[in-house]
């Protein structure tokens, strides 16, 4: 299976924003313990401390501190990760012979935000292809966030990871879904999208040329090459500040089953014009 990650902008109340945002201290909190830790074994012990060595600890943590329960254990260590991630690019710099960086203290104010590994302690709810929502935790205690837009993986696609970040005072949510792997075409219909200025259909006789003033063209073309559909649109003006669009459908079909798109009367002048002519010679 493939991975893709949707990108959707959260609408928290104010109650649920303020809860992000302790959740964010809390998690930048542990982030710059957990250097500290590792800071202080290597000054005085020369010891080094693994991802490991402080995920065991975190029980005891969330006993002495009783706000660390409600964030989850996997994102929590999580957050530990990410601080792991980074000495393993600083000793990969130093290996390499590059100028490295030492990992940072984070201020809580510009701390990215908090993830979860895997799809336990949250779950995505769609709501038609408008919106849905986001819960995050579970009982009374769950924050349900409202969120807009709709992935286009369609129902197969299982959530795998989220992360929750802040960017200029706005909340987002990146979700990593699990999608079935592309296969090569093998028949149906395939979708052609394309910029198109005329349409030309021969037949005995006389050749019809449609010349259309369009934004866009979708064709739908079978894997036989019997049956061509295509549907053109135009951009209107705007109509009392909103911008809508004119869809034109026509249809043709080959020779086998001939078919021609409808006359000029049928399709108004100013979006598609019928020009037949006959041909030279």
Known sequence: MERRKVTYK?????AVAERLTA?????????????????????????????????????????????YVELGSHALQQTLRKLDLSFQAFFRRVKAGQTPG???????????????PDPAGWKLLQHGSRGGTLR???????????????????????????????????????ITLRVLQRTAFSGGRVHVVFDVQSLSIARPGVQETWTCKVSEARVLLSHDGTRLEFEMRKLVPKPAGHQSREKISC????????EYPPNSDSIPSAQCRQTPRRPSG
Not at 26 to 54: M, P, T, V, W
Not at 104 to 112: E, G, I, L, Y
Not at 251 to 258: D, F, Q, V, W
Request: hydrophobic share 40%.
């Open 102 to 116: 030492f990992p940072r203290f984070k201020a809580a104010a510009r701390f990215s935000g908090f993830a979860y």
């Open 10 to 14: 959260l609408y928290p109340s104010s």
């Open 23 to 67: 959740w964010t201290r809390l998690h930048c909190e542990l982030y710059n313990a957990a250097l500290q830790e590792r800071i202080d074994a290597h000054r005085k012990a020369g010891k080094s401390i693994s991802y490991f060595d402080q995920q065991n600890v975190l029980p005891e943590i969330k006993a002495a501190r009783p706000e």
């Open 136 to 174: 995050i935790g579970s009982g009374k205690e769950a924050m349900m966030i409202r969120l807009r837009g709709k992935h286009r993986f369609g129902d197969g696609a299982a959530p795998n990871d989220l992360t929750i970040s802040r960017k200029n005072g706005e909340w987002f949510a990146s």
């Open 251 to 258: 249809c043709a079909r080959s020779a086998a089953a001939p």
